[in-house]
């Protein structure tokens, strides 16, 4: 499984460096980075709902506050989701 | 001619074009607002109750709210300095030239969602009270 990911991430995935808020140290990883817009409070406005998908171990303790650089952008995570069996999960963003 | 209702909501529009919000002003959009569109304040006639006084005049009371769209980490407190500044601009003339008896502030509602940065709609409402002759609902009385 951890091949698969691994080769998955290799082929469609960019480069994202993981910084804890709590000043540990960064890691860097692959991630596929989703920006689809969407409705928010009942239609009256739209939101560019920023999406990093990853290995679940890459950045194991990712957390709300968090920051991820993708291809140059700073995103604070919001939240983090795990995905069925947990070795995927998605950090939802918002651009800083 | 438009009706009293009408002109109520041009000048609402008017006052609050010509205040210093910094919000763009749209009535009645139905249309989502992208984050390049905000902060924003929507107009939006919200309903009227009638009442009947003597035999020909009617009494309405005109409820229009004003969405407040603001983007960030505490959106309700981006949509204060706009609502001050637009509850300023239209209760400085409470007839809005004329056109109606009275208007009152009758409440705010807040709403938030998760989103790129925090959306909000801070909302408040403003009750119109204005009369008009059964015969016509563009005349005043």
């Known amino acids: 499984m ?30 596929m980075l989703d920006m689809p817009d969407q409705d928010v409070l009942a239609g009256k406005q739209l939101s560019t709902e920023y999406a990093a998908m990853f290995a679940s171990a890459s950045f194991a303790g990712i957390k709300h506050g968090d920051t991820l650089t993708i291809n140059g952008t700073t995103y604070a995570v919001r939240t983090v989701v795990k995905l069925d069996d947990g070795a995927l999960s998605t950090a939802h963003l918002s651009k800083v | 001619m438009a ?49 009947t006084l003597g035999q020909s005049i009617t009494r309405h009371e005109f409820v229009v709210q004003l969405d407040v769209n603001t983007r960030g980490d505490i959106p309700d407190q981006l949509a204060d300095p706009i609502i001050v500044a637009a509850h300023e601009a239209i209760m400085r003339d409470t007839t809005l030239g004329g056109l109606c008896s009275r208007i009152e502030p009758v409440g705010t509602k807040w709403a938030l969602d998760d989103a790129d940065n925090t959306a909000g709609t801070t909302t408040p409402a403003f009750r119109i009270t204005y009369l008009s002759p059964w015969s016509s609902p563009a005349r005043r009385a």
Not at chain 1, 7 to 23: I, R
Not at chain 2, 28 to 34: F, G, I, Q, T
């Open chain 2, 3 to 51: 009706s009293i209702r009408e002109q109520i909501l041009q000048a609402i529009e008017s006052r609050l074009r010509a205040a210093s919000t910094g919000a763009a002003v749209f009535r009645s959009r139905a249309a989502a607002l992208s984050s390049g569109e905000l902060p924003s304040i929507t107009i939006l006639p919200q309903d009227e109750d009638d009442t």
């Open chain 1, 2 to 31: 951890d091949e698969d990911l691994a080769g998955f991430f290799a082929d469609f995935g960019v480069s994202a460096t993981w910084a804890p808020a709590g000043g540990g140290s960064p890691a860097t990883a692959s991630v």
